[in-house]
């Protein structure tokens, strides 16, 4: 995955931004992407939230056909991603959600309804979003992710096909094993 200072930016509305959400605790700081409609005249804004392990950059192809579309773009990548900030702690997905509301609302300024789409891991964050800032939101679409504390969650989070619910979770390990040989287990979980 290239460093963001190495993204082909195909379009010049593009901004990247960095935002510590409270400037007290320097700890958590979320990089974004802005895009917004060359016209002027914005739709709605659509906030996309990637899955595991990719980042914003995953959005790279449509963030301009959206905003082309009429939408002001905001592409996040969640803590513990990309360039945003990895704490040692605060990793659920209420966790995050609630550090993109504040960034959508309080630092971003956004006071309309927002489109929330998730893929993967995302889905499961723009979930937690909704639970907890309907007010807040137009619409939800979320994809390739299991919602917990459905049946089908249940039933499969502990099999062979999703080990890596529990592998990741396992405080520290993951990090020790994998650390200098991310090519390979990253190899493994796509090739599987």
């Given at each position: 995955?290239?460093?963001?200072n ?6 010049s ?21 802005e895009c917004?409609p ?6 709605g ?9 990719q980042?914003?950059?995953?959005f ?19 803590r ?39 893929h ?26 299991p ?6 969650y ?39």
């Amino acid at each position: 995955m290239p460093s963001y200072n190495a993204i082909h930016i195909d379009d010049s509305r593009w901004v990247q931004h960095n935002t510590w959400l409270n400037v007290a605790d320097p700890e958590i700081r979320i990089h974004w992407i802005e895009c917004k409609p060359a016209s002027g005249d914005v739709k709605g804004t659509i906030l996309l939230i990637h899955g595991f392990p990719q980042t914003s950059y995953q959005f790279r192809h449509v963030i301009t056909p959206l905003a082309d579309a009429g939408y002001h773009v905001i592409v996040p990548d969640y803590r513990g991603a990309g360039e945003s900030s990895h704490p040692k702690e605060g990793y659920t997905k209420m966790v995050m959600a609630a550090d993109l509301h504040e960034l959508i609302t309080k630092h971003i300024g956004i006071k309309t309804k927002i489109h929330v789409v998730g893929h993967d891991i995302g889905g499961i964050i723009a979930h937690a979003f909704v639970a907890q800032f309907p007010e807040s939101v137009a619409s939800v679409i979320w994809g390739e992710c299991p919602l917990p504390g459905t049946s089908i969650y249940e039933k499969h989070k502990h099999t062979d096909f999703l080990y890596h619910f529990t592998f990741q979770n396992v405080p520290d390990l993951p990090e020790a094993l994998v650390t200098g040989r991310e090519r390979i287990y990253l190899k493994h979980f796509y090739d599987r």
